[in-house]
């Protein structure tokens, strides 16, 4: 890409002056402003020499390092009892110890409520066998009315049918 100068002028403050070149694409490149200043006769120049502007310096702060403490280290500082209504004695943090008597606690209520259920289901699928024993029964008895119905209403009608031919 060549560029091509727009305009260079001098100041008369200055030495030297950029100039502005534009590409051939269109796009005007303006030239950097100096990072070094300059002394110059103005008085606002030598007041922004004296006032240098600075980035403020960031705080140094100590590593806080990892935290990793081992379980079976010992714990630090006296563990304090606390009354069940104060809400530090409410307090999620629990110790192994505890966890463990808990874990034990709800497996052994767990497995009660298991034996529980299975009696209970046991007690169910022993009635679910009566009633199904019933049911053949009866139904054997049903079938058995039906056929004694039947042969009534045979014999009936037949007796029916002899006194009306005589």
Do not use: H, W, Y
């Amino acid at each position: 890409m060549a560029s091509t100068p727009i305009k260079a002028t001098k100041n008369p403050g200055s030495s030297s002056v950029p100039s502005i070149t534009r590409s051939e694409s269109g796009t005007t490149n303006l030239p950097t402003p100096p990072i070094s200043r300059s002394t110059s006769n103005t008085s606002s120049d030598a007041e922004g020499a004296d006032t240098k502007l600075q980035r403020p310096k960031l705080m140094q702060r100590k590593s806080s390092g990892t935290m990793i403490i081992p379980r079976d280290a010992p714990t630090q500082g006296p563990k304090q009892e606390f009354a069940p209504d104060d809400a530090r004695a409410m307090s999620p943090r629990r110790s192994t110890e505890e966890t463990d008597k808990m874990l034990v606690s709800a497996r052994l209520s767990l497995e009660k409520s298991a034996q529980e259920m299975q009696s209970g289901l046991a007690a169910i699928a022993a009635q679910v066998d009566t009633v199904r024993q019933n049911c053949e029964s009866l139904e054997g008895n049903n079938q058995a009315l039906q056929e004694a119905i039947g042969d009534m209403t045979r014999s009936l009608s037949r007796q029916s049918m002899a006194n009306k031919g005589k």
